[in-house]
């Protein structure tokens, strides 16, 4: 059974690039939900999609986008980085998002921003 | 604003020892509350709790959630060193944020031998 596959696992960008990020949810869940970690944080809710459409958003900035494709797979999109986007961005899966059934990350991936 | 804070923030303690992490939150529509452990990047799911003073147990680790003092511990008892772990709780939101979590700092847990 799959778990929860994020790619790629580490990534280097310069600020003011773009980075697209992938996940892949947990084989029966049709949420995903983004969040970001900083160093020796918690991590902080970016969004939330189910059926494609985008269901609720944390305090981020309108830089951080994302998609839900028909596969329930999603990216998350950050443009003009900054600095501060250096981070652990984690991928959680679940069924059902108004019942938040089976709550599972993936491993994350490590962007830093030069 | 909803916040969980989480304490300790840090921790050392040696192999047999047992440890008590301290969750609170102060949330507007609380739905449960999550631990997770967390040793190098995924999160993995430890404990969902819903409903005050049933404890929930798992080997050597217990947690139990009080919603009248808002706060949550997780134990662990006859700590080993690959307990050592990034410790997290989470609030689960109901209501017009439903299912959106709310995660405390964490309580980094380093067992010795």
């Known amino acids: 059974d799959a778990g929860v596959t994020q790619s790629p696992t580490h990534l280097i960008k310069t600020r003011g690039q773009q980075v697209t990020l992938r996940c892949s949810p947990k084989s029966g869940h049709d949420t995903v939900s983004w969040y970001q970690q900083a160093l020796g944080q918690g991590p902080q809710f970016i969004f939330q999609y189910y059926e494609e459409e985008e269901r609720q958003r944390g305090n981020f900035p309108d830089r951080f986008s994302g998609h839900q494709f028909p596969n329930y797979s999603s990216e998350l999109n950050v443009n003009a980085l900054l600095l501060g986007d250096s981070a652990l961005y984690l991928c959680?899966?679940?069924?059902?998002?108004?019942?938040?059934?089976?709550?599972?990350f993936g491993s994350g991936t490590r962007l830093t921003v030069v | 604003e909803d916040k969980v804070v989480q304490s300790p923030l840090s921790l050392v303690v040696h192999e047999g020892d047992t440890v008590t992490l301290n969750c609170s939150y102060e949330?507007?529509?609380?739905?449960?509350l999550l631990w997770y452990k967390q040793e190098k990047k995924a999160p993995t799911f430890l404990f969902m709790l819903?409903?005050?003073?049933i404890e929930k147990k798992s080997g050597r680790l217990s947690s139990i959630l009080d919603k009248k003092e808002l706060f949550s511990i997780l134990n662990i008892t006859a700590t080993q060193t690959g307990d050592s772990a990034v410790y997290l709780c989470a609030v689960v939101l109901g209501g017009g944020a439903t299912n959106k979590l709310i995660f405390g700092t964490g309580t980094l847990l380093a067992v010795q031998p």
């Open positions: 949330v507007t529509n609380f739905r449960s």
């Open positions: 819903t409903s005050s003073g």
């Open positions: 959680a899966s679940s069924l059902n998002w108004w019942r938040g059934i089976g709550y599972t």
